[in-house]
C-alpha cells in the first residue's frame, strides 16, 4: 500500500539535493528500524559511537532515554482502518465532490494540530442535505445533546515525538497526500504510510531548504524533547 509521494503544491520551493547526511543518524536510524530488545543491542553499540564524537553526549543522553521508552511497544499502525461511529466517507466528501481538506481540517495551517471538524461544519451542508439519513440524523443528535462525535483516532504518536502541521503544510507548501497517501479515495480512513521516523528524516535529509530557506533538521532535539 503505498504513500503517495507526489512532491508540494510549491514543488519548486523544495529543492531535492543531496545533502550530506549525518553518518552517526544514518546508522541510529538504520537501527531504530529494529524493535524492542534489538533497539537496545544496537544501542549499546552505538553509545560507543557516540561516545566518541565530541558534542554528541546531548543526543547520547536522548537515545539512552528513548531506546528505554520504547521498549517493548510497537507503533507501526499502517493500514490501521477502525470503523467510526459515523459513515463519514472523504471519497465522497473529498473525492466525488471535492471539497478541500483544509475545509474541515482548518488547524493544519494554523496549527500543530490538524484537528477533526466540529458537528457544526457537517451542518454547513446537511442541515438541508440528506436529511433522511441515519447517519446525518446521529450529527443532529451530537449537537442537540452537545457531545461531540466519537471519531476513533486513526494516527497518533507517541509522546516522545513531536510533529507540527503548520511548519509542513503553510511553511514547506507540502501536499498532505504527501504525507497521509490518497485520502480522497479512501471510503473509511487508514494510515496508508509507516509514518516511521526513517519516514520523517528521508525527507528532512533530502530537503535543501524550504520556501523560508529552513533547512529541515535531522537533529533527535527537533523532533524529540
Ligand atoms: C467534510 C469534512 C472533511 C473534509 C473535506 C476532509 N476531511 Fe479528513 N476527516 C474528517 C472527519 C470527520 C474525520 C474523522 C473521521 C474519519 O477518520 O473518517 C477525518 C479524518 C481525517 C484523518 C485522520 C485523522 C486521525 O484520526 O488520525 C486524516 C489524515 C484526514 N482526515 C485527512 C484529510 C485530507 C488529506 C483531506 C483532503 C483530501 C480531508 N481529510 C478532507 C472530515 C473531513
Ligand atoms: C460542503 C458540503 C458538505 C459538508 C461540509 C459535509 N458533507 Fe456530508 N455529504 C455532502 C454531500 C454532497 C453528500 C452526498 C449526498 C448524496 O449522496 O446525495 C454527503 C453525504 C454524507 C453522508 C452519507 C449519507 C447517506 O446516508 O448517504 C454522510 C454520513 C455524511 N455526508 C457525513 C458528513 C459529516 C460527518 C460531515 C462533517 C464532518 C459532513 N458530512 C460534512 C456534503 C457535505
Ligand atoms: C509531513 C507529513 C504530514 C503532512 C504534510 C500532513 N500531515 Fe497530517 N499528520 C501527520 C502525522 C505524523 C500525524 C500524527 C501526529 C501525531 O499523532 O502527533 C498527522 C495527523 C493528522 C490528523 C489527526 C491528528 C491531528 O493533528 O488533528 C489529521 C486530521 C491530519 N493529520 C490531517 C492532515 C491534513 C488535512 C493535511 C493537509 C492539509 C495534513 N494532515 C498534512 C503528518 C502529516
Ligand atoms: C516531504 C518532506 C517532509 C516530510 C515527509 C517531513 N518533513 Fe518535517 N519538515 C520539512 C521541511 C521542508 C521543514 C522546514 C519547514 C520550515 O521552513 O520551517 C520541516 C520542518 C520540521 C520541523 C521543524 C524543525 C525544523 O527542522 O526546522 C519538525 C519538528 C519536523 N519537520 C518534524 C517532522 C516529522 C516528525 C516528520 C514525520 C512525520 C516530518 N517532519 C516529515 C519537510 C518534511
Ligand atoms: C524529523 C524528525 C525526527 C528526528 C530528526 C529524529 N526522530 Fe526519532 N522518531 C521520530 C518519530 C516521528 C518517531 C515515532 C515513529 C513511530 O511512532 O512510528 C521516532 C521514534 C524514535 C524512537 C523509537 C523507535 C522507533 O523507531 O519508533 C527512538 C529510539 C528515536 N526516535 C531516537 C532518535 C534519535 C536518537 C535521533 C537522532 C539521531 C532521532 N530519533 C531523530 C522522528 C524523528
Not at 553518518?23 to 559511537?49: K, P
Not at 566518541?52 to 537515545?63: E, H, K, P, Q, R
Not at 452537545?146 to 494516527?155: D, F, K, L, Q
Request: with cysteine.
Amino acid at each position: 500500500m503505498g504513500v503517495d509521494y507526489r512532491f508540494p503544491r510549491h514543488a519548486s520551493a523544495l529543492t531535492l539535493g543531496a545533502r550530506p547526511s549525518n553518518d552517526v543518524n544514518g546508522l541510529l536510524v538504520g537501527a531504530l528500524r529494529a524493535r524492542s530488545f534489538q533497539i537496545i543491542a544496537l544501542f549499546a553499540g552505538e553509545a560507543g559511537l557516540l561516545g566518541a564524537c565530541s558534542g554528541c553526549s546531548g543526543t547520547l543522553l536522548v537515545s539512552v532515554i528513548l531506546a528505554t521508552l520504547f521498549v517493548g511497544c510497537n507503533t507501526n499502525q499502517q493500514g490501521y482502518e477502525p470503523e467510526q461511529p459515523i459513515a463519514y466517507s472523504h471519497a465522497v466528501h473529498a473525492g466525488r465532490f471535492q471539497i478541500d481538506c483544509l475545509y474541515c481540517h482548518f488547524g493544519a495551517e494554523r496549527s500543530r494540530h490538524a484537528g477533526v471538524p466540529p458537528a457544526q461544519v457537517c451542518m454547513n451542508c446537511h442541515s438541508q442535505i440528506k436529511r433522511d439519513s441515519p447517519d446525518i440524523q446521529k450529527i443532529d443528535a451530537a449537537i442537540e445533546s452537545g457531545t461531540p462525535i466519537a471519531w476513533t483516532r486513526v494516527h497518533r504518536y507517541p509522546d516522545f515525538a513531536y510533529f507540527d502541521h503548520s511548519r509542513h503544510v503553510a511553511v514547506a507548501g507540502i501536499r498532505c497526500q504527501s504525507c497521509h497517501g490518497p485520502v480522497e479515495t479512501m471510503t473509511r480512513l487508514r494510515q496508508a504510510g509507516t509514518m516511521s521516523m526513517g519516514f520523517c528524516l528521508d525527507c528532512h535529509r533530502k530537503t535543501e531548504h524550504s520556501g523560508n530557506g529552513a533547512v529541515p533538521s535531522t537533529d533527535c532535539s527537533a523532533c524529540h524533547y
